[in-house]
Every structure is written in structure tokens, then in C-alpha cells.
């Protein structure tokens, strides 16, 4: 398992101080044991993906090509133009997108349910020809309405589009996004929010999509949320918090720990990172998170 940029570097002054000299079998057990966790292979408790966005500067031929080499497993958040090139390179996508109206607009405004309705049920007969497992679509802004008002609606115009997600085997999935730093005004932004969202459209084809970055700032508690909703959730993002950056020790979650918790409630679906990489190798960085969630 490769060191994170901050361990490596820590390493790295250790070694120029001259001080692993006076802690030989401490840095000796510790380097032996990360040399045996280097040849570990990825766990089968957690399949991975990761977020196109995020790589928008590498072709997808090589994000697919590279990040198999390292253990992913699927690309996050491309549409059907790109779905192809995808499984060409063994991979799947196991959040798609393709249709909608953006973040903003979305299900909770009437005034866009007929688009919505008409290019979703165009999509998912798509979808389920690449055996794409899920669909991505979001609430909108609230720009007033109130919360109640906002899941009444997201469910009327949601359940139009269930019968063809059910009858295609597709799952059409909302993502909880935070209101405070990234997407001022969203209204899925609260678990609660959304399970009772699941609740009213009483759907199994239905679930959420719970981005761990996003929740960790509106609300925290992750584990514990994890655990006692992980019956409606189809899908998970990572994202570093503060700032939306590595996974690793330079951010406040404990990732191996939230992993652990995600692959004890029996999850057999995807993790996917969504993370703005910092290291100048991003693909190094990818492949360090992959090491990070495996568990």
C-alpha cells in the first residue's frame, strides 16, 4: 500500500534527521509491516469506482486502462456516449448519467417534470441495455419551498418513472448533497430527508446515493448513519473533508473505519471516489485511495 504524500514525506525527514537511528525496531516493524501491505490485494468487500470529473485532464482511455491496472472496477457519473468505451476497457459504470437538468433544477419543481419524466424513461431502457445498475438524478434548489412541500413533489413526479426503472431493473438513485459550502440551497441535503423521500415513493428501485464528503459537513455522525440507513442506500462518494481533497491524513474522516462499517452492513455495491486530487501523479493519488478503503 503506497504511503500517503504527508507519510512519505514524514518519512523522508525521519530519514535525513539521522533519528531512525535510535528507533531501529520501531521504523524496521513499521516499514516491514507497510512492505507486506504493498503486495495486498485489493478487498473483495468493497468494489471501486471513481468520479470522471475528477479527471477531466486524463483521457478516459487511460483513466480506464490505468486504473484497472491498480483495481478499479468502474467509472462514476459518464452518460451513454462514453458507456461503450467504458466496459471496452472490462470496466462498468455504476452511476450513470445522461439525463436531467442539473443539480438546481430538479425533481421537487413541478414546473420540470414533464422534461424530467421524458428523458429519464428514455434513458433507463439505455441503462439497462449497458447494464448500468444505476441512474443519478437530484431534488433542485429550494428557492423557498419548503422541505415538505419539496418531497411531496420529488415524489409525485419521481413514481412516474418507477414502473420503467422497476420493469428495466434499473435503480434511480438521488444524491444527498451539502447546502453550505458546495451547493447553496439544495434541498436533499439531510439523510433523514432523503430515507423519508424513499419512504413515500416505496419503491426497491429507489434509493440514495450517500456522499460521505457531503454529509460529514451538514451533518456527521457518518457511521452510525451509515449503519442504521444502509437499507436505503445503492451507492457511496468519498471526498476528504476539509476542502474536497485526498482521503488520507491530511483530512478529519477516518476512512478505514467508515469502510469497515459499509462492507459489515452486507453493501455489495460501489464506492466511488469523488475527491479533487492535490498530488501532481492523480492517477497516484487514486490508487492511494483504493488502498485506503480497502478493507
Same mark, same amino acid.
Given at each position: 500500500m503506497k504511503f500517503s504524500k504527508t507519510r512519505r514525506d514524514t518519512i523522508k525527514k525521519i530519514m535525513a534527521s &539521522?533519528?531512525?537511528?535510535?528507533?531501529? =525496531? $520501531?521504523?524496521?516493524?513499521?516499514? /516491514? %509491516?507497510?512492505?507486506?501491505?504493498?503486495?495486498?490485494?485489493l478487498s473483495e468487500k468493497i468494489n471501486h469506482s471513481a468520479c470522471k470529473w475528477c479527471y477531466n485532464d486524463i483521457p478516459l482511455e487511460e483513466l480506464c486502462e490505468k486504473g484497472k491496472a491498480f483495481g478499479l472496477q468502474s467509472i462514476?457519473?459518464?452518460?451513454?456516449?462514453?458507456?461503450?468505451?467504458?466496459?471496452?476497457?472490462?470496466?462498468?459504470?455504476?452511476?450513470?448519467?445522461?439525463?436531467g437538468m442539473g443539480i438546481a433544477r430538479g425533481w421537487n419543481n413541478p414546473v420540470f417534470h414533464e422534461k424530467l419524466i421524458q428523458d429519464f424513461s428514455n434513458l433507463i431502457p439505455v441503462a439497462a441495455k449497458y447494464k448500468i445498475p444505476n441512474i443519478i438524478?437530484?431534488?433542485?434548489?429550494?428557492?423557498?419551498?419548503?422541505?415538505?412541500? &419539496?418531497?411531496?413533489?420529488?415524489?409525485? =413526479? $419521481?413514481?412516474?418513472?418507477?414502473? /420503467? %426503472?422497476e420493469k428495466y431493473k434499473v435503480n434511480i438513485v438521488m444524491e444527498l448533497l451539502?447546502?453550505?459550502?458546495?451547493?447553496?440551497?439544495?434541498?436533499?441535503?439531510?439523510?433523514v430527508w432523503g430515507v423519508e423521500l424513499c419512504n413515500m415513493i416505496g419503491s426497491e428501485n429507489f434509493k440514495l446515493l450517500y456522499d460521505i464528503y457531503h454529509m460529514q459537513i451538514m451533518e456527521g455522525d457518518v457511521i452510525r448513519t451509515i449503519k442504521?440507513?444502509?437499507?436505503?442506500?445503492?451507492?457511496?462518494?468519498?471526498?476528504?473533508?476539509?476542502?474536497?481533497?485526498?482521503?488520507?491524513?491530511?483530512?478529519?474522516?477516518?476512512?478505514?473505519?467508515?469502510?469497515?462499517?459499509?462492507?459489515?452492513?452486507?453493501?455489495?455495491?460501489?464506492?466511488?471516489?469523488?475527491?479533487?486530487p492535490t498530488w501532481d501523479d492523480k492517477l497516484e493519488a487514486l490508487e492511494d485511495a483504493l488502498k485506503i478503503c480497502t478493507v
Amino acid at each position: 500500500m503506497k504511503f500517503s504524500k504527508t507519510r512519505r514525506d514524514t518519512i523522508k525527514k525521519i530519514m535525513a534527521s &539521522g533519528s531512525v537511528l535510535s528507533l531501529p =525496531g $520501531l521504523l524496521h516493524n513499521r516499514l /516491514e %509491516a507497510a512492505n507486506t501491505a504493498m503486495g495486498m490485494e485489493l478487498s473483495e468487500k468493497i468494489n471501486h469506482s471513481a468520479c470522471k470529473w475528477c479527471y477531466n485532464d486524463i483521457p478516459l482511455e487511460e483513466l480506464c486502462e490505468k486504473g484497472k491496472a491498480f483495481g478499479l472496477q468502474s467509472i462514476d457519473l459518464v452518460g451513454p456516449k462514453e458507456w461503450p468505451i467504458v466496459q471496452e476497457h472490462g470496466l462498468t459504470c455504476a452511476m450513470g448519467n445522461g439525463a436531467g437538468m442539473g443539480i438546481a433544477r430538479g425533481w421537487n419543481n413541478p414546473v420540470f417534470h414533464e422534461k424530467l419524466i421524458q428523458d429519464f424513461s428514455n434513458l433507463i431502457p439505455v441503462a439497462a441495455k449497458y447494464k448500468i445498475p444505476n441512474i443519478i438524478v437530484m431534488s433542485g434548489n429550494r428557492e423557498g419551498m419548503d422541505d415538505e412541500t &419539496g418531497l411531496k413533489n420529488c415524489a409525485e =413526479g $419521481l413514481k412516474k418513472i418507477m414502473s /420503467e %426503472a422497476e420493469k428495466y431493473k434499473v435503480n434511480i438513485v438521488m444524491e444527498l448533497l451539502n447546502s453550505k459550502i458546495d451547493h447553496k440551497d439544495y434541498m436533499c441535503d439531510h439523510t433523514v430527508w432523503g430515507v423519508e423521500l424513499c419512504n413515500m415513493i416505496g419503491s426497491e428501485n429507489f434509493k440514495l446515493l450517500y456522499d460521505i464528503y457531503h454529509m460529514q459537513i451538514m451533518e456527521g455522525d457518518v457511521i452510525r448513519t451509515i449503519k442504521e440507513n444502509h437499507q436505503y442506500i445503492a451507492h457511496y462518494h468519498t471526498g476528504g473533508v476539509p476542502g474536497r481533497h485526498e482521503i488520507d491524513d491530511t483530512q478529519e474522516l477516518y476512512y478505514p473505519a467508515i469502510m469497515k462499517a459499509i462492507a459489515e452492513t452486507g453493501f455489495t455495491g460501489y464506492v466511488a471516489q469523488e475527491f479533487i486530487p492535490t498530488w501532481d501523479d492523480k492517477l497516484e493519488a487514486l490508487e492511494d485511495a483504493l488502498k485506503i478503503c480497502t478493507v
